[in-house]
């Protein structure tokens, strides 16, 4: 840039509200990146669903279970590919605080309907084949240090009983804090009241094209039965818990725009006392033969470069402590806790705009004086 070492100079002229302004950026910006990342992890459920899959529950609530011999039935329904009972546990590993999602599902077809899940071929054979085994996410093994062969015990309140499992595979992809064992196996130990009874079905469908008439279909083999259901996509099934989150997007929406209104007002300020400070040397430069684009490009370039550093600063360190530490292991119902892109992306160009906003008036008023008005003016 022609006019660069100009403009460097100008802004370290006081290093103290350079600095202080910078970090104000930082700090604000970090605070934005962070609030957009858990909102991004309240969506995570629907944006990253499988359009093949397809819950099945009560019609009522999931506070109901429905008999686990529906399932028969509904694999007899045209575009069904496969189907599984998953069904929540509710168990709670040792004390109150360490508790994590757990379900029991059908081992046999568990990978077929979540091809997400991987883990090797040895894993998911002895998972199969041992009636008492189980496989955790790989986080939720870095939690707590689980083990392959491990046994692994889980009180649940909801059906008074401790079950022991063994960890037969420690699998990646998806949800990576859950933990999964075979129905048959529990359904053997839970009270008689919640023998063969289920939570949900896991559908998967042949093709996307399948999916709504699956729905309909399934639901209306057991619309006049003492369990009828309620099947819908699973992004659809998201979609019903991430509403449970109320007004909590908006409000933190509301913070997003509050912190970068504050950020705007801090920089508009810092700017004004800039160019309020050098109104008479813009005298001296319209003197000189400078240009008012010239002098109030000057002035935007100033803004600009803070904004610029103050946003690589605070994008990088986001990025950098988000990375080094996977948050996501503590804090429950979160896949991940990794700033997307988008976010990053957005958070810059909030960076930039708050920088053009905040030198715009008073560029555009000093640069438009009169040699003799700068001259003149006492600031």
Request: proline fraction near 3%; aromatic fraction near 10%.
């Amino acid at each position: 840039m022609k006019y660069g070492k100009l403009i460097l100079k100008n802004i370290l002229r006081n290093k103290r509200r350079t600095l202080l302004t910078i970090s104000s950026l930082v700090v604000s910006l970090f605070l934005i990146i962070t609030l957009a990342t858990i909102l991004t992890e309240f969506s995570r459920g629907s944006e990253s669903s499988n359009p093949l899959r397809l819950i099945t529950r009560h019609a009522v609530s999931l506070g109901f279970t429905l008999p686990v011999s529906q399932q028969q039935r509904i694999a007899t329904v045209p575009g069904v590919k496969a189907v599984i009972p998953f069904s929540w546990f509710g168990g709670i590993y040792k004390d109150e605080k360490n508790f994590f999602a757990n379900f029991a599902v059908d081992a046999s077809k568990f990978r077929e309907v979540m091809p997400e899940l991987k883990m090797s071929e040895p894993e998911w054979q002895a998972f199969i084949n041992d009636k008492q085994g189980a496989i955790v996410g790989q986080k939720l093994a870095k939690l707590y240090g689980f083990k392959i062969g491990q046994r692994v015990t889980l009180r649940s309140p909801i059906y008074d009983r401790s079950v022991e499992f063994i960890v037969r595979g420690v699998c990646t992809g998806g949800d990576e804090k859950t933990l999964f064992f075979h129905h048959d196996y529990i359904n053997e130990l839970v009270p008689a009241w919640a023998k063969d009874q289920v939570s949900t079905f896991s559908i998967l469908a042949n093709s996307a094209a399948d999916v709504p008439r699956i729905a309909q279909a399934v639901d209306s083999l057991f619309v006049n039965t003492d369990a009828p259901t309620k099947t819908e996509s699973e992004r659809d099934f998201a979609i019903s818990f991430e509403t449970m989150m109320g007004g909590v997007k908006q409000f933190m929406y509301g913070i997003i725009a509050a912190i970068t209104f504050s950020l705007l007002l801090v920089m508009a300020n810092t700017m004004a006392m800039t160019v309020r400070e050098r109104t008479r040397e813009v005298g001296l430069l319209k003197a000189l033969g400078f240009q008012r684009g010239t002098i109030a490009g000057l002035f935007v370039g100033e803004s600009l470069l803070v904004t610029t550093i103050g946003a690589l600063i605070g994008i990088g360190g986001a990025v950098l402590i988000f990375r080094s530490i996977d948050l996501s292991l503590y804090i429950p119902n979160f896949q991940a806790f990794v700033p997307s892109v988008q976010t990053l992306l957005a958070a810059f160009i909030i960076s930039i705009g708050v920088g053009l906003l905040s030198v715009v008036y008073s560029a555009y008023r000093v640069s438009g004086m009169t040699i003799a008005e700068a001259l003149r003016s006492t600031e």
